[in-house]
């Protein structure tokens, strides 16, 4: 398994805004310094760091082969359900706004296969139009399935439609939910299922493709599902490159034991979601409890992501 690509940050002007859906925002962000901007593939997102400090993931959902401008789309959350970058996004930035981003990184890369299948739910959308362009591009066969509370809530929804039939669109308030049971009830060898939108949506997909070949669904999360502490025990946290010792507390992340201590450890989400914080692991097993890591890279247990995971029993050394 390859390390992923590492978090360099750089600034980048936005070039453009327009409204993409009711509530969503897309932004085209160019490079400030005039130089191209670092490659990307289908699935890839960036941190986008706010002047007030958090940083939020966007997925890129433009064309890869523009190396002058990547476009991001935002949804404003409703007010109390969001952490405030939408907030935030969606009033103070405007054409010629400053932002700090990092390189792309992919936890949710387009793998080669004979036929696909994409689920979108409301803003989940994003990650899959490049994936769908990819596709057409090399002419696979493929069919969106693509739903949302209602038509203007749906972005991109005019774009999608130089496809023809290979998209279907389902607003909830004229056609009612799609029929998951039609669209995943027959499980095909050949078919690639790649799923993204809000925790029902995914939780539902996962339920039906449970009978698909191993390997046959794909996923990203714009939310974390609800940790698993219960039962949770102490360990030991070695830095071997540091030869520094640190007792991680029940309750507590390793990448929060490391940063009180004063260990400095690039992170971002802090919820297992972007892949920023992954540590090569080198003695122990990993707790796993990220949503990104494959069933594969689960087992082989050589990296960690520090902001969630834990360990399964009494010591974890990192290359760190």
């Not at 996004?89 to 696909?116: C, D, Q």
């Not at 139009?129 to 057409?136: C, E, F, R, S, T």
């Not at 540590?279 to 990104?292: A, C, F, K, N, S």
């Amino acid at each position: 398994m390859t390390t992923r690509q590492s978090c360099d940050e750089f600034d980048v002007v936005v070039e453009s805004v327009e409204a993409a859906a009711t509530q969503v925002k897309a932004f085209v962000l160019r490079p400030v310094t005039g130089t191209t901007l670092p490659t990307w593939t289908p699935g890839s997102h960036i941190d986008v760091l706010l002047p007030s400090g958090p940083i939020r993931q966007y997925s890129l959902c433009g064309d890869p082969s523009d190396r002058d401008g990547w476009r991001i789309a935002v949804l404003r959350e409703p007010s109390g359900k969001g952490r405030g970058g939408s907030e935030y996004i969606h009033t103070a930035l405007e054409e010629g706004s400053k932002l700090r981003v990092s390189k792309p990184r992919n936890n949710f890369p387009l793998i080669e296969s004979g036929r696909y299948l994409f689920v979108a739910g409301g803003i989940g959308i994003t990650p899959i139009l490049p994936m769908i362009a990819q596709a057409d591009a090399e002419r696979a066969d493929w069919r969106l399935v693509y739903g949302g509370r209602n038509a203007h809530s749906m972005a991109f929804r005019h774009e999608l439609a130089r496809y023809g039939d290979r998209v279907e669109i389902f607003p909830e308030d004229l056609t009612g939910p799609f029929d998951l049971d039609t669209v995943l009830g027959t499980p095909r060898p050949d078919t690639a299922v790649y799923c993204c939108g809000p925790s029902g949506l995914l939780a539902a997909v996962e339920e039906r493709c449970s009978a698909w070949p191993e390997g046959s669904l794909h996923t990203e999360r714009f939310a974390a599902t609800a940790p698993q502490t219960s039962g949770d025990t102490a360990f030991e946290v070695v830095l071997a490159k540091q030869d520094r010792t640190f007792v991680v507390p029940p309750g507590e992340t390793i990448l929060r034991t490391l940063e009180s201590n004063g260990v400095d450890v690039p992170s971002s989400c802090q919820q297992g979601m972007c892949g920023r914080c992954e540590q090569t692991v080198l003695e122990g097993t990993p707790d796993h409890r990220d949503e990104i890591l494959t069933p594969e890279e689960r087992e082989a247990g050589e990296y960690i992501l520090i902001c969630v995971s834990r360990c399964h029993g009494d010591r974890l050394v990192l290359n760190l």
